[in-house]
């Protein structure tokens, strides 16, 4: 079992910056592809951006690609989410996942841990 837990979040003015972190217990997350999802109110969760295992590919939704960065440190077992130029449609509550296949997905249902999520508001 993976525990995941997401921190970060917060009230930031458009135009701002958070940096979100998914610190992971329970087993190492060295061999795991993570990702971060979110979920805005009255909306489907969605994927946001992905990280391979080893930490030499990423895939970003084309909403947010260019003003985020997934990365990853495996000595630490913590996934980030650096977050900037941040717009009012940013604001949903962000979750972290770890899919354990050998292939990396946009597919939520594809990831076996989901951590509690973090609110993010971006304000106009």
């Known amino acids: 079992q993976v525990q995941l837990v997401e921190s970060g979040g917060g009230l930031v003015q458009a135009g701002g910056s958070l940096r979100l972190s998914c610190a992971a217990s329970?087993?190492?997350?060295?061999?795991?592809?993570m990702a971060w999802f979110r979920q805005a109110p009255g909306k489907e969760r969605e994927f946001v951006a992905a990280?391979?295992?080893?930490?030499?590919?990423?895939w970003y939704a084309d909403s947010v690609k260019g003003r985020f960065t997934i990365s990853r440190d495996n000595a630490k077992n913590t996934v980030y989410l650096q977050m900037n130029s941040l717009k009012p449609e940013d604001t949903a509550v962000y979750y972290c996942a770890a899919d354990g296949s050998s292939t990396w997905s946009t597919l939520a249902v594809r990831y076996d841990y989901w951590g509690q999520g973090t609110q993010v508001t971006v304000s106009s």
């Open positions: 990280i391979k295992w080893g930490g030499d590919n990423t």
């Open positions: 329970g087993r190492t997350i060295s061999n795991y592809n």
